[in-house]
């Protein structure tokens, strides 16, 4: 049987949506409000979902308390408190974009999950603006 395990977690983050090779009125005209040069902030909620077969041993997918670990120190220590566009180097050169931010998360959990289970990100910026990455 094939099942996927879901763990929820959430991290408060500012960002500026902003391209170099821009103008700042370009920019203004293409993130809006989200290209203020003092930055803004959201409450991310993050869904960390993986899917695979149920081991028949433990009753798992993938134990629970081991994602909510690899989610704390990889994604909630990182990102928590943090100015994306300063602190984090992913995002250097990268606009960070819900979008971005999604795939920058998974690539840091990817190795950390076994390559059998299949792994799914689904951020949500805020309430009704989410995005998901399963590494396609």
């Given amino acids: 049987m094939i099942v996927t395990v879901n763990r929820k977690a ?30 803004h902030g959201h409450n991310y909620e993050l869904i960390v979902s993986v899917t695979g077969e149920i081991n028949k041993r433990t009753g798992f997918v993938m134990d629970m308390k081991v994602l ?16 994306l566009n300063i602190q984090l180097p992913e995002f250097k050169n990268l606009n960070p974009t819900a979008e971005n931010i999604s795939v920058v998360i998974w690539n840091k959990l990817r190795s950390h999950i076994p390559k059998k289970l299949k792994l799914k990100i689904t951020l949500y910026e805020t309430p009704r603006n989410f995005v998901s990455y399963c590494g396609e």
């Avoid at 959430?10 to 290209?35: I, M, P, Q, T």
């Avoid at 909510?68 to 100015?83: A, G, M, Q, S, V």
């Fill in 68 to 83: 909510k670990d690899l989610i704390k120190d990889k994604i909630e220590e990182e990102f928590d408190h943090k100015n």
């Fill in 10 to 39: 959430h991290f408060n983050a500012a960002h500026r949506l902003y391209n170099n090779e821009w103008s700042a009125d370009r920019n203004e005209d293409v993130f809006g409000k989200c290209a203020n040069p003092h930055f």
